[in-house]
């Protein structure tokens, strides 16, 4: 079973729908024990990154969700559940990240080019990094595969584990892995089919 962990940010259910769509069981839960009895865990979220560490904090799941990631067990975060798993997020302030893949969350105003809108909403290609071989993540697709993403900030200092990126002006990081560790900055759950594909990748790492 696939647990998606409920803490009260972001669209958990059409992330549920899309597991169903691919016939895996996927739970939505706050419950610790179905969480580590789960064989793979999804950190989902939109929304402000302080504000979600608060909630996880509030829950008592702050800890618990890094020790969860390092067990071992494939663990994914999606949005701003990717951005979580950095060390630290510059947005509305300085916030302490769960600290799973080295670096930071910067805004990209000032980093892309003025001519383009914020957030960055909409449909890319994905770049697979050239300096690494392929991730699983990805074993469904092929590269320049479009997702659809909506964020304005964006993970930064963390080449050694980009997995992907996408070109918005500049090349901003799309997806991550470090060790059992994943994240997209996408959605997959809004991303069609290709979405789908991810997922079910995901789905099936041990």
């Known amino acids: 079973m696939i647990a998606i962990i409920d803490y009260g940010v972001g669209n958990l259910f059409s992330l549920k729908s899309s597991f169903h769509a691919i016939g895996t069981d996927a739970e939505v839960t706050a419950d610790p024990k179905k969480i580590t009895a789960a064989s793979h865990v999804i950190l989902p979220g939109v929304g402000a990154f ?17 020790a969860e990631a390092k067990s071992g067990k494939p663990f994914l975060g999606i949005c701003l559940g990717m951005q979580l798993l950095f060390d630290r ?15 930071e969350v910067l805004p990209i105003e000032g980093k892309i080019p003025e001519k383009l809108d914020i957030p960055h909403m909409g449909w890319n290609a994905l770049d697979f990094a050239k300096d690494k071989a392929v991730s699983p993540l990805f074993r469904y697709i092929k590269e320049g595969d479009a997702v659809y993403f909506v964020h304005s900030y964006a993970a930064f200092h963390c080449e050694k584990n980009r997995i992907a990126s996408a070109e918005y002006g500049i090349p901003l990081t799309a997806a991550v892995q470090n060790g059992n560790v994943y994240g997209t900055q996408f959605h997959p ?14 789905s099936e790492l041990s």
Not at 50 to 66: I, N
Not at 90 to 102: A, S
Not at 189 to 202: R, W
């Open 50 to 66: 302080g504000d979600a560490v608060a909630k996880l904090k509030e829950r008592d799941l702050f800890d618990f969700v890094k």
């Open 89 to 103: 997020s510059m947005e509305y302030g300085e916030h302490e990240g769960l600290g799973l893949v080295p670096g």
């Open 189 to 202: 759950e809004k991303s069609g089919t290709v979405g789908l594909q991810i997922l079910k990748a995901f």
